[in-house]
């Protein structure tokens, strides 16, 4: 096994970050409701947001090849607020002044090393709107796994960062994101959703 | 136009929460990543977490008719952290000792008043999971139109809840997702996940 397998990290303490936070204020929210009446709520946000009022991108890579069905690329990642290793998409925060597609293509060639077309970016999506403004697109990318520049993807990695990369077959992924479950992963809900998204309109015949 | 339309609501003001939040609290984590080296890293959580670990659930309620295709049930509801209405599915709170699948109708029930059958609950899964520990189970329902109690529905709102149910064609739900972007609608990552899922599946011929 790799040192730098995901599943070596673990958490250690965790306490009440008090005023020393850094990443994320809490916020106390004033709103009208409907009937007019004045009302509060709490919301916890993002302390970086960049201009653009979008805070990262999610990246559906698909990766297609020539002699077998297309397959998505899954990353496993130690992530701290869930105790745990988290099967994700490929994704990150978008720099000052940069777009979602130029962002995404960005991110996916740090984090996995392969190059994509983007056949597709959602509107602006709430990740738990009740509970914090965060948010990102999540752009689909098609990654042609018969380019030369596919062939040996190299990550270009922070040293914080510690993401091993892994694909599943796209037409069975609510089935393989079930194993990874019964497995002890963490599951990202935007991932799952997607894989219950396909399994819907299978199921379904949509 | 109602007195309840959760396009009536607005923001007022946003201020640091300080020493005053009761419902969420900001944690600093120590944890040891991969290669043994210790870090810190922030985390937004609920402080109001029931003792089995889940904090809520997501309700796909897919409204089966007898003469026409099925339609997906999706809300309208003011959400202060996003500064707008958002499209998001039914979903709730666990309440203490409840069950995911218990809590699930239970929830259908008070929001929207139908009556459903339960045909599939997601593993737990995380919202956002860099920054919190939030999660749900996504619980599919499958509601019976013909049934004489899902005729007319009435919902059971808290005095504090303005939740205005609507549906869309499930075979359609990415391009009806659009549609509401464009009006100015805030997309809830966990709906809007679940459309691209199905539009994937179908351009894919998966």
New interface residues.
Partial sequence: MS????????????????D?????????????????R??E??????LTRSEGGVDGVGI?A?LRYANKP?EILLQKQ??????GV?I?MPAGLIDGGESIEIAALRELKEETGYVGDIINS???????????????S?V?VIVDMSLPENQNPVSELEE?E?IECFTVP??SMAEE??KL?KQGY?????V???????????D?K?
Same sequence: chains 1, 2.
Avoid: H
């Fill in positions: 040192k730098n397998k995901p599943e070596l990290a673990k958490l250690i303490s965790s306490k009440p970050a008090g020393s936070s850094k990443w994320i204020g809490l916020k106390k929210l004033t709103y009208q409701d409907p009937n007019g004045v009302r709520w709490e919301s916890a946000e993002r559906l698909i297309d130690f992530r701290p607020p869930v105790e988290c994700e959602s509107p602006i999506i709430f990740n738990d709107p009740g509970f914090t403004n965060t948010n990102l999540l689909t914080n510690f796209l037409a994101m079930a479950d963490k599951l990202d809900a935007r799952q959703n997607v894989a219950q998204g396909i399994k819907i309109a299978q379904f949509l």
